[in-house]
């Protein structure tokens, strides 16, 4: 067998391999996550728990550490249910109210329409007479048509429609219903499979462990290393960058209230709103604020449209100079990657896969930087420093020596 066949021949064996494993992950997640998430999620959250359990046990000398996994468990669910049950219920309470503001600000769309055509009349006066002419009539005519006709058909609501809405809404809250008993199952599975998880880990990381083959003995240590250098690191700097948007945001939206040039009472509830935004790939806090600012500038509002500009400039600012120090230049996905993955991961999984499959993907990017798969040839300067971890600096390093003060005694 020549060597072209022999590559040929490889190639196809591999294709076959990647389509194998992606199909397994593609039945996984599409029939067996949901079944088994309580599991996943516990065994995760147990890891979590390991470092202060392995402390409270060697405290009291080794005993009780089935006690300490209930008190650690039951004190974890403590710390993150009550402040999130808290702000659900606050921010839903805000939303009705925003909705009813918004339903008041659509009974307006008339008014609206009509600066939004003096509006484009005065941005079309460049053009010569003949075009300006007729440009501004099609306009008239337009705007007039929308004016004269506003009401629920002109939108497409009718009666059946209406009917229709209320019997579809009916339907999905009695459908939520229905899952509640199990979905309480679940969280009840999961916090005990959670407290088992934390007090047997050593046991189930070892059986794990006994399964694999000896050159993958190192597999799951290596996988948590990854998540911990790499997944985690990841989340908590975005989630302090959506904290110092968010702290942008509504000191911005604060002034300009202060100032009396926006009139809003839910800055807050649209500061949340656009911070979360603003995480998504290539969307941004300017596709809430640019669009924004411009509504504002046709209605007559214009110093608003320029504080709302101002914030978005300094929210960009601030964004360039700080992320790349906060995540890092080796650890992010090309956002055009990240993009595809949230699409094709809900189109594939539903909204579930619009968090699986990006962190899918900055997992296969991280091993195969450090070479434990070869998927893609890795940049050279990339490969080399997932390989070689940066070393921690000491607190009580010496100016002089440049030795740690530990090891010098």
Wanted: glycine share 8%; net charge positive; hydrophobic share 50%.
């Amino acid at each position: 067998m020549d060597v072209k066949t022999e590559k040929r021949r490889a190639f196809l064996i591999n294709l076959l391999f990647i389509g194998a494993v992606l199909g397994l992950v593609y039945v996984f997640f599409k029939y067996l996550f949901w079944p088994t998430a309580p599991f996943i999620l516990s065994f995760f959250f147990a890891v979590l728990l390991q470092k202060p359990l392995r402390f409270l046990t060697k405290k009291t000398k080794g005993r009780g550490r089935g006690v300490w996994s209930v008190v650690l468990v039951l004190l974890s669910i403590a710390v993150i249910l009550v402040p999130v049950i808290l702000l659900l219920y606050n921010i839903v309470a805000e939303i009705k109210e925003f909705v009813s503001y918004l339903i008041t600000q659509l009974s307006d769309l008339p008014q609206f329409l009509a600066d939004l055509q003096v509006w484009l009349l005065k941005a079309i006066s460049f053009l010569p007479d003949g075009l300006y002419s007729a440009a501004a009539e099609k306009i008239t005519e337009i705007m007039s048509t929308l004016s004269g006709d506003f009401s629920l058909s002109s939108i497409g609501l009718d009666t059946n429609t209406i009917t229709n809405a209320i019997t579809s809404g009916v339907t999905g809250i009695y459908s939520v219903a229905q899952s509640v008993p199990s979905a309480v199952i679940g969280i009840v599975i999961g916090i005990i499979a959670w407290i088992l998880f934390a007090k047997d880990y050593n046991s189930v990381v070892g059986f794990i462990r006994l399964q694999l083959p000896e050159s993958k003995k190192n597999l799951l240590s290596e996988i948590k290393q990854v998540f911990s250098n790499t997944i985690l690191k990841m989340v908590r700097a975005y989630l302090l960058i959506m904290f110092i948007t968010f702290c942008e945001l509504s000191i911005g939206f604060t002034i300009l209230s202060v100032a009396g040039i926006m009139s809003n009472s839910y800055i807050y509830l649209i500061a949340l709103g656009i911070c979360i935004f603003d995480i998504l790939p290539v969307a941004g806090s300017g596709g809430i604020l640019i669009p924004w600012a411009v509504i504002s500038l046709i209605t007559g509002n214009t110093p608003q449209a320029i504080g709302l500009i101002i914030i978005y400039v300094i929210i960009t600012v601030i964004r360039q100079y700080i992320e790349p120090k906060i995540v890092g230049d080796s650890l992010g996905v090309n956002p055009i990657i990240t993009l595809a993955g949230l699409y094709f991961g809900l189109k594939l999984f539903g909204v579930i896969g619009m968090f699986v499959v990006p962190i899918l993907v900055m997992t296969l990017k991280a091993f195969n930087d450090t070479g434990r798969i070869h998927l893609w040839n890795a940049p050279p300067r990339v490969a080399a420093a997932a390989k070689q971890p940066k070393e921690k600096k000491s607190f009580f390093k010496k100016r002089s020596g440049g030795k740690d003060k530990n090891e010098s005694e």
